[in-house]
């Protein structure tokens, strides 16, 4: 299904490979699917994922060998940015971000002969299963638990806020293989197909009356030795892996950009610019964003020269996440009694989704770890202030 890239992405400009993104998706993605406030549910995705994967653009961060296009850390930001300009809608895209990059890293051959064409063909569909009802922050206190029983690992527990997992074919689960050693050592990591006997699901609806998240329950589950992926109980170090970059990700000033683009038409239109109090806020928020554009770009000058990322980077998903609601905040008073309305409404001469950014920056400070959390690395790893 896919086609492997036969461009060296990395050679071009990045002004050239911005301007190839740009027109793709510009182009290809449908309009009526662009700023949505919320996922894309698997059918809505599909056409687009299969797009992206018979073009060879479905998996960025995936080696050319696998079916990816290989871009090193500028160009996948490049990537990105062209993304969120676009308003392209987020895809149930686990199988790409997180279990592709995993397994070609601590998988072996007969795991990724198995699993990675099938995410790039959309035959597989994953989600992300290591959140617990009492386990969220402190991920390591996990107690789902995976038990040895001859060729099969046993599981019983549950999983929570597992997103898009009603459209999952399957998922890949954090479980304690040992209750007799520090925490952070007796955690294993574990594919599953969502059809296994014994896995049951519980959709739950968010705050804007979309079911995005499932609690997933596991009843004597059996799954054969042959899915742990790397070495028993070293599950945490894979799952550790991948968070800075996904932090980065997060903290890119596109999201609160696009809400500021919306904040200055709605303001002319509503009369706000002679508003002393609204001025004052409008003008801290844009001084915010331009030391945001400065920090994100340091981070990614940083990875660019393959620079590992450092526990700063918390700083970064804190500030964008915190920019991104008080911006989301201010559009929706800006709005007036239009901030109330559930879709678009025409104000002046622009179109506004007001509840959009709303909805979408809430959990910004929730996942990819709390906003409190990362405080606390900072404190801890950067400041090194006493716990
Ligand atoms: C939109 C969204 C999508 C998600 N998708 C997934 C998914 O696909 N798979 C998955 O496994 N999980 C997912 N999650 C779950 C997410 O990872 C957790 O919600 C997050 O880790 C916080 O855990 P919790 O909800 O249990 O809150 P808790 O850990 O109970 O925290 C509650 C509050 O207490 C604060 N707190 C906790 N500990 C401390 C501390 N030591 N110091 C200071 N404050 C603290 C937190 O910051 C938070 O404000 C998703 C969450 C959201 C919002």
Redesign the pocket.
Known sequence: MSATATVDFNAMSDDAFRAEARELFEKEYPDNMRFLPRRMSWAESKDWWVTLSKRGWLAPNWPVEHGGMGLDPGKLIIYWEETERAGIGRMPDQGITMVGPTLIRFGNDAQRAQYLPKILSGENVW?????EPNA???LASLRTEAVLDGDHYVINGS?I???MAHNATNIYVLVRTDKNVKQQRGISFLLLDMKTPGITLRTIRNIAGHEE?CQVFFDNVRTHKDNLVGKLNEGWTIAKGLLTFERLNIGSPRRPLQAFEHLDPLARAQGLFNDPGFVDRYTVLKMDLNDLGSLYQRFVDKARRGEALGPDISMLKVFAMDTYQKLAELLLEAGAEYGAFADEVTLGDEKIDLMSSFYTSR?GT??G??N??QR?ILSKYVLQLPS
Not at 127 to 131: I, K
């Open positions: 989600c992300q299963g290591y959140s969220g922050s402190d999983k806020w597992t997103s998240f959990p929730i996942y770890g709390s409190e959390i606390n």
